[in-house]
C-alpha cells in the first residue's frame, strides 16, 4: 500500500481559548501534564479563592493539552475524562480535535514517538523554549484512514493491557515475597537477645590521607533502601578540607543526613576503592555476632526507621542528622547467627527473584514504544 499522506497538526486540530474568571467560594479541579509524554493527571483540587490568576482556561475531555514551556521536555497529552472541565493557566494551550480525520487515541500514541518529539525539540534554540499554537499547528502527523486509526489503536491497547497485566502479577508476586520476609523476620526476631549496635556492628573510620595530585571516587547511598551509587571522582585539589574514609565490601553504611528516610547500604564489591564524607557512617559487624544482611534488613524495617529517627533529631532534611553515640546505643535484636543466615537465604532468593523481574519489567515496558515507532515508521514508509 501507498504511504500514509502527512498532514500538519493545524489541519486536524482548531486551537480554543475559553477562559473563565474564578468563583472564590467555588472548588476547582487544576490539572497539569507530565514530561516525557505521560499524560494528563490531576494537579489539585482547590477552592478559587487559592488561585492566585483568576483567569483561567476550561478543559474538555478529549482535548490535546500543550504546556507553553515545559512541551519540549514532552510536556503535552489528552485531557482524561475525569479531568472533563478542569481549568488551567494561560501557560497552557487547548486544541480541539476534528473526531472525522483524527481519532484521538490515534494521536495519544503518535505524541510519544520519537518523529514526534523531534518536530516538538526542534522549536527553539533550548530545552524551555517556549512552544507557541503556530508551533504546535506546524508540527506533522502520518494520517492513514480513520478506520485503519481505530485497528491500530485497537492494536495497541490490547498491547499494552497485556504489559498492564504482566505488570500487576510481577507486583502481586513481589509483594507475596515481601510478605513472606517480613513474617519470617518477625519469627526470628520474637525471643531473640538484644545487644547495643557498639557491640554488634561498631563504628569503622578509616580516614585517608589526601594528596594534591590523586583521585577519589565517592560513593553515594540512595534512600529508601535502594542501596549504594557511584560519584564522579574528585581531585585532591577538589577535596580540599574534606575528610574521606576508605569503605570497603561488605560495610554498613548509613548517610548520617538521609538514615532515617532509609539511606542505609551495605557495600558492595564494585564498590571497592570508593570513599565517603564524613556524612558516612561506616559500621563492620562483629561475623561471629551478626549478619550485615540481617541488620540491613533490620534497620530498613518499620522497628528499624523508628529507631534510626529517634537517633535523628531535630526538623526535616539535612537538619536531621543521625548522632554516632546515639546509632551506637541502639539496641538491635540478635537471633543465633544460624537463624540469621537462614533469613539470609531466604533475602537472597527474593532479590534474586526481583532481579528477574527488572529485566522482564525492562523488556515488557519497552514493548510499547518499539512498536509505536514500528507502526509509525512503517506507516510513512508504506506498509502490508
Request: with cysteine; hydrophobic share 40%; net charge neutral.
Amino acid at each position: 500500500m501507498r504511504p500514509w499522506p502527512r498532514v500538519t497538526l493545524g489541519q486536524v486540530l482548531k486551537h480554543r481559548k475559553e477562559f473563565i474568571l474564578l468563583d472564590d467560594t467555588e472548588q476547582y479541579k487544576r490539572c497539569r501534564v507530565q514530561l516525557h509524554a505521560k499524560g494528563v493527571v490531576l494537579r489539585d483540587t482547590v477552592p478559587g479563592s487559592d488561585i492566585k490568576t483568576k483567569r483561567q482556561q476550561v478543559c474538555h475531555a478529549g482535548e490535546f493539552l500543550v504546556a507553553e514551556i515545559d512541551a519540549k521536555m514532552g510536556g503535552f497529552g489528552i485531557v482524561p475524562e475525569a479531568l472533563e472541565g478542569a481549568v488551567v493557566s494561560s501557560h497552557y494551550f487547548l486544541f480541539a480535535i476534528d473526531g472525522v480525520q483524527l481519532d484521538r487515541r490515534f494521536l495519544d500514541y503518535f505524541i510519544r514517538t520519537t518523529g514526534f518529539r523531534n518536530q516538538v525539540e526542534a522549536q527553539g534554540s533550548t530545552n524551555y523554549a517556549a512552544i507557541r499554537p503556530a508551533s504546535v499547528a506546524g508540527y506533522q502527523i502520518p494520517l492513514p484512514p480513520l478506520p485503519e486509526q481505530q485497528a491500530i489503536v485497537r492494536r495497541l491497547d490490547a498491547l499494552a493491557d497485556k504489559v498492564r497485566q504482566v505488570n500487576e502479577h510481577i507486583d502481586a508476586i513481589e509483594r507475596d515475597a515481601d510478605q513472606l520476609l517480613a513474617v519470617r523476620f518477625r519469627d526470628a526476631i520474637a525471643e531473640a537477645p538484644m545487644r547495643p549496635m557498639a557491640e554488634v556492628a561498631p563504628l569503622v573510620r578509616r580516614e585517608i590521607a589526601i594528596e594534591l595530585e590523586g583521585s577519589y571516587p565517592e560513593l553515594g547511598i540512595r534512600s529508601f533502601g535502594k542501596g549504594t551509587f557511584h560519584k564522579p571522582p574528585l581531585s585532591g585539589a577538589d577535596v580540599g578540607t574534606k575528610r574521606l574514609f576508605s569503605i570497603e565490601p561488605g560495610d554498613l553504611l548509613f548517610s548520617n543526613v538521609f538514615a532515617w528516610e532509609g539511606a542505609i547500604a551495605i557495600a558492595q564489591p564494585g564498590d571497592a576503592g570508593r570513599f565517603g564524607s564524613h556524612r558516612f557512617i561506616t559500621c563492620h559487624a562483629d561475623p561471629d555476632i551478626a549478619s550485615v544482611e540481617f541488620l540491613r534488613y533490620y534497620f530498613l524495617t518499620d522497628a528499624g526507621l523508628e529507631k534510626i529517627g529517634e537517633a535523628s533529631p531535630g526538623g526535616a532534611g539535612r537538619n536531621r542528622t543521625l548522632g554516632l553515640e546515639k546509632l551506637m546505643a541502639i539496641q538491635v535484636s540478635v537471633p543465633p547467627l544460624s537463624t540469621q543466615r537462614t533469613f539470609d537465604a531466604l533475602q537472597a532468593k527474593v532479590a534474586e527473584l526481583k532481579a528477574r523481574h527488572a529485566t522482564i519489567r525492562q523488556t515488557n515496558d519497552a514493548l510499547i514504544p518499539a512498536t509505536l515507532e514500528r507502526i509509525f515508521q512503517s506507516g510513512e514508509a508504506g506498509h502490508e
